[in-house]
T-cell receptor, first 112, second 119 residues
Framework: EDQVTQSPEALRLQEGESSSLNCSYTVSGLRGLFWYRQDPGKGPEFLFTLYSAGEEKEKERLKATLTKKESFLHITAPKPEDSATYLCAVQAFSGSARQLTFGSGTQLTVLP | DTGVSQDPRHKITKRGQNVTFRCDPISEHNRLYWYRQTLGQGPEFLTYFQNEAQLEKSRLLSDRFSAERPKGSFSTLEIQRTEQGDSAMYLC?????????????????FGAGSRLTVL
């Protein structure tokens, strides 16, 4: 069974204080690893897809990296508007549905 | 296209009542998913449609739940005889057609969700 574990559960940062979020996964053949952002009362918003170990992707203050066992979401010089829950999910090669298996998320709060 | 639309956004009902949620996916997307999310947890897969065919159902989808996607366009999720444990956010997502079995990952686009509160 595919599993995704995210840490920490919650993270409070001062504006400008860089940090990283962790996503550990076990999957029977990784088709892709996804990062989503979710604001309160809204659906998840797509950020990145990573396909293979060593891959990196960047968007503004966010950078996602992937190894064979985990992914990191690095946040550089965060701003209060980066406050949200960040969800990690995996998509496996098995099955035709290609559904995502999500972790429980990291709730990030950036204080001004 | 305005993305994935869900209706209603909020529903409060009494235990034992039936409720129905509607999802309008992105028009070019033939794949449609329903997920359930409870407070502090990530979304959990419920069911999947390819065009009008329901091809996969999670064991989370009890026999009180039924989903349809007539004509391969919008979808409905009905919960009969609601229980307090059904209180959650119900998320719909859609994705475009994909290539073969070993083609790349496909991105799911989520709607804003329908929040259900069962009293």
């Amino acid at each position: 069974e595919d599993q995704v574990t995210q840490s920490p559960e919650a993270l409070r940062l001062q504006e400008g204080e860089s940090s990283s979020l962790n996503c550990s996964y076990t999957v029977s053949g990784l088709r892709g690893l996804f990062w989503y952002r979710q604001d309160p009362g809204k659906g998840p918003e797509f950020l990145f897809t990573l396909y293979s170990a060593g891959e990196e992707k960047e968007k503004e203050r966010l950078k996602a990296t992937l190894t064979k066992k985990e992914s990191f979401l690095h946040i550089t010089a965060p701003k209060p508007e980066d406050s949200a829950t960040y969800l990690c999910a995996v998509q496996a090669f098995s099955g035709s549905a290609r559904q995502l298996t999500f972790g429980s998320g990291t709730q990030l709060t950036v204080l001004p | 296209d305005t993305g994935v639309s869900q209706d209603p956004r909020h529903k409060i009902t009494k235990r034992g009542q039936n409720v129905t949620f509607r999802c309008d996916p992105i028009s070019e997307h033939n794949r449609l998913y329903w997920y359930r999310q409870t407070l502090g947890q990530g979304p959990e897969f419920l069911t999947y449609f390819q065009n009008e065919a329901q091809l996969e159902k999670s064991r989370l989808l009890s026999d009180r739940f039924s989903a349809e996607r007539p004509k391969g366009s919008f979808s409905t999720l009905e919960i009969q005889r609601t229980e307090q444990g059904d209180s959650a956010m119900y998320l719909c997502a859609s994705s475009p057609p994909v290539g073969g079995a070993f083609s790349g990952a496909n991105v799911l686009t989520f709607g804003a969700g329908s929040r259900l509160t069962v009293l």
